[in-house]
């Protein structure tokens, strides 16, 4: 019963908030980004409310209750490429984005960071890229609220699924870019709390003999940082961190935010969010190990949620539950998003309706939702109950393969031209899906390397590549970056 009610009361606050959202979208940037106003708290909690997920509650918790301390790998590059995407990317980003007629998604950027025609290619093979990894990314999301519900509630995987599904689609239709960031500031919270409170007290709920059981009799590789790995696993650990540079549902908040001071501010934030939400996490999945010997949960994904039933009150253990479905929603929301901005900013506005009013693209904004989250269902109920991180990590790896090179040399790089921009898109995401389909059926260790790694070096040469086949010669363009060079550079004392 309290599990239920708070459910009930965590309903309703979503009803609200979405609800306000939709009273305020009175245009379309409103709707695709919340009339870039936001400041640098709701900036840092999008990102990483966005960001963490169900992978966060559900994932990081398995791997370090199923293998331990030599995950760690992966946390800390995660780390590492959140604070370089913060600290060169973002500033960077929101300016360009700004001086480049004002570009609302990623794709229009690219567009208008070359000037290139309204229908250029750019644009249609950006939104298939989306399509294919977000579909994938906004599965794990539903993957990850039907099996909370399940285990909370005792249902099927699939009854959960249909369940919760409806919950996330309907907000994200709705409220649109506003009620997506309002939302994330509250989960963000809500995860980092329920994270840090069960971590400490599973702690101190362990007697003496299980804690001598988990770290010396049964487990004592658990432990060791260095156990079971490779060179090669832990560079493909570490490779995590490059995803950050070509994720749009995290690169549009630095879009969104009011200033470059916002996107400052909201650097400490969010790392020191993201250090002690890993941290918790991984330390949950270890003290796990005490409570639930090794294979006697239906899925090592569950440890989270079944921790909290067996140490908290039922009180307790509802409101961990919410923040659980609080990290789900909040990126597929997000991602289902993205998808649906892309849609309408790269498919039906450039080639179908390119007079389309404000409002109509606010309601087919709506509609792509309804499509994308119908797909990602899809994809969701297929097979029986797949793996969280699995689906994550190839999503992560195309999107940051086939973007990244395309960011971070648009920021940092005069001479690329749109034929590198295009010929990189296409290489980083075609050579990560090739390596996903080898990675399932060919046994060579190489194909155990992190798809991201082949994907982004492929993605960074197209570029190179196409940017010399065929060189800028706008004088134009020039000026653009010109401008933005000089708009981004730190002012001396006194001017």
Not at 212 to 237: E, G
Request: contains cysteine; proline residues 4%; glycine residues 8%.
């Amino acid at each position: 019963m309290p599990t239920l009610i708070v459910f009930i009361i965590y309903g309703v606050l979503i009803l609200g908030i979405t609800f306000r959202a939709y009273r305020q979208t009175q245009n379309y940037q409103d709707y695709i980004l919340g009339g870039r106003r936001f400041g640098g708290i709701v900036t840092a909690m999008g990102v990483a409310a966005t960001d963490m997920s169900a992978w966060l509650m559900l994932s990081v918790p398995a791997v370090f209750y199923l293998y331990g301390l030599d995950q760690i790998w992966l946390p800390v590059g995660l780390l590492l490429g959140s604070f370089v995407n913060w600290h060169w990317v973002g500033p960077r980003l929101r300016t360009y984005t700004q001086v480049a007629k004002n570009s609302l998604t990623l794709s229009s950027f690219f567009q208008n960071r070359f000037l290139a025609p309204e229908r250029a290619l750019i644009r249609p093979m950006s939104a298939i890229i989306f399509l294919i990894f977000f579909t994938c990314y906004a599965a794990s999301g539903f993957v990850g609220a039907a099996k909370l519900v399940s285990t909370v509630f005792d249902l099927h995987y699939t009854s959960a699924l249909w369940l919760s599904a409806p919950i996330v689609i309907a907000y994200t239709a709705i409220g649109g870019y506003l009620a997506v960031n309002w939302l994330d500031l509250l989960q963000g919270f809500l995860m980092l709390f329920t994270l840090l409170f069960l971590a400490i007290f599973a702690y101190f709920a362990m007697d003496s003999q299980s804690l001598v059981a988990m770290t010396q009799v049964n487990y004592p590789q658990h432990l060791d940082i260095f156990y079971d790995v490779s060179f090669l696993s832990v560079v493909s650990a570490l490779a995590w961190g490059l995803g950050y540079f070509g994720q749009p549902h995290i690169l549009v908040r630095f879009m969104s935010s009011q200033d470059i001071q916002s996107i400052r501010i909201g650097k400490y934030i969010c790392l020191t969010w993201m250090g002690l939400a890993m941290a918790s996490a991984a330390a949950i999945g270890l003290f796990g190990i005490a409570y639930f010997p090794i294979g006697s949960l239906s899925s090592a994904e569950v440890i989270f949620p079944s921790l909290a039933q067996h140490l908290l009150s039922p009180w307790f253990s509802a409101l961990t539950f919410a923040a659980i479905i609080s990290a789900i929603i909040s990126t597929v929301a997000a991602v289902v998003f993205a998808s649906a901005s892309s849609l309408i900013e790269d498919l039906y506005c450039p080639f179908l309706r390119p007079k389309a009013s404000s409002h109509e693209r606010v309601w087919m904004g709506r509609l792509m939702v309804l499509i994308v989250a119908s797909f990602a269902v899809f994809l969701a109920v297929q097979g029986e109950s797949p793996s969280v991180f699995e689906l994550v990590s190839h999503a992560w790896a195309g999107l940051g393969a086939a973007f990244g090179p395309l960011v971070l040399m648009a920021l940092f790089w005069s001479k690329m031209s749109y034929t590198g921009a295009f010929l990189g898109m296409v290489m980083g995401g075609l050579v990560t899906l090739i390596w996903i389909y080898c990675s399932y059926h060919f046994s060579a260790p190489i194909f155990n390397l992190f798809e991201i790694i082949p994907g982004f070096f492929a993605g960074c040469l197209g570029v190179v590549i196409g940017s010399y086949l065929r060189p800028l010669h706008s004088t134009l363009i020039t000026a653009q970056h010109t401008q933005f060079k000089h708009l981004i550079a730190p002012k001396r004392r006194g001017e």
